[in-house]
């Protein structure tokens, strides 16, 4: 079997055009939305992933403020950035790139970022709402990946879902909203982790496998159903070569595959350019803003040629 590929890149190409539309109806209203990054230290893949994500805001009419402290700034000083962020009306959202230096208290720096400017949907406030279906900002990799699968129109809804994974950022949030019952949710859902005996014979029952493992090649051929679709969010780096959590031999047997570049990553940025985009609008007063993995955004199908 040759599965068809999840290209990420085309479906994020639509929703980067649908944010450009909404930046630009803010405009019309006299607001530019703006995003704001905070990047402490000199961690060059860090450095990378922020200059990415500025030009993404470029590129859809989003406004960057980016704040660069030095390796060496305490708690105090990142706290005061933070402080200063969320009393900005030009900044309509931020993030503070993680990780952040050895020796500074993430959570606590974390947690005093105003919910409502959270753009990683990561504070938890917004993991809260979450747990709660209350509308808000939710994290970037599992509104993708639900985005992703709905634009090819990949069966979710009634269907048989395992992920792989546990993490806060990807595994956790991904796993309470496809259970929800919502447009391209309301799946059954096995989370499966590193603490699991044998992980074969549960991947195996699912319609769609999602690995957030980042343990590279955690899902090979012989644990995927034939015709399921496999999405790989999970990466690991060796070296400077990227690893996925999906051995290469899963598309003979997937009906649906990401490719190793190009699949979830795209949208993941999309998503947090839309969740950029739904605070600025919600700061304006726009009704029926809809963040990323919101009802009406996902229901909308966003189907690549
Ligand atoms: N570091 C690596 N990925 C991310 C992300 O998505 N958000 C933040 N804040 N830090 C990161």
Avoid at 156 to 169: A, K, M, S
Avoid at 194 to 220: N, S, Y
Wanted: net charge neutral; with cysteine.
């Amino acid at each position: 079997m040759s599965a068809v590929l999840l290209d990420g890149e085309a479906v994020a190409a639509r929703v980067r055009a649908e944010v450009a539309e909404r930046t630009a109806r803010l405009r019309r209203m006299g607001v530019t939305a703006g995003l704001g990054t905070i990047l402490v230290g000199d961690h060059a893949p860090s450095a990378r992933y922020v200059a990415m994500k500025h030009a993404d805001c470029a590129a859809v009419g989003i406004a960057s403020i980016h704040e660069h402290l030095p390796a060496t700034a305490t708690q105090e000083e990142i706290e005061a950035v933070v402080a200063r962020f969320n009393a900005d009306d030009r900044v309509h959202a931020y993030l503070v790139q993680l990780p952040l230096p050895e020796g500074i208290d993430t959570e606590r720096v974390l947690l005093a970022v105003d919910p409502a400017k959270d753009v990683d949907g990561l504070h938890p406030v917004n993991l809260g709402r979450l747990v709660m279906g209350a509308p808000g900002p939710i994290a970037c990799t599992p509104a993708g990946i639900v985005e992703l699968l709905a634009a090819f129109d990949v069966p979710v809804e009634g269907r048989h879902v395992v992920v792989i994974g546990r993490g806060l950022t990807i595994g956790r949030p991904l796993a309470l909203l496809l259970a929800m019952k919502r447009p391209g949710c309301n799946a059954a859902v096995t989370v499966v982790h590193t603490g699991v005996k044998e992980l074969g014979p549960l991947v195996r029952e699912g319609d769609v496998v999602v690995a957030a493992a980042g343990q590279p090649g955690i899902v090979t051929a012989d644990m995927v159903k034939p015709g399921a679709a496999v999405v790989g969010a999970g990466t690991s780096w060796q070296g400077r070569r990227l690893l996925s959590d999906v051995d290469d031999a899963v598309a003979e047997v997937a009906g649906f595959i990401t490719p190793r570049i190009g699949g979830v990553g795209p949208m993941t940025r999309a998503m947090l350019l839309r969740n950029a985009v739904a605070a600025a609008e919600a700061a304006a007063g726009v009704r029926g803003s809809a963040h990323a993995a919101q009802p009406g955004s996902w229901g909308r199908r966003i189907t690549p040629q």
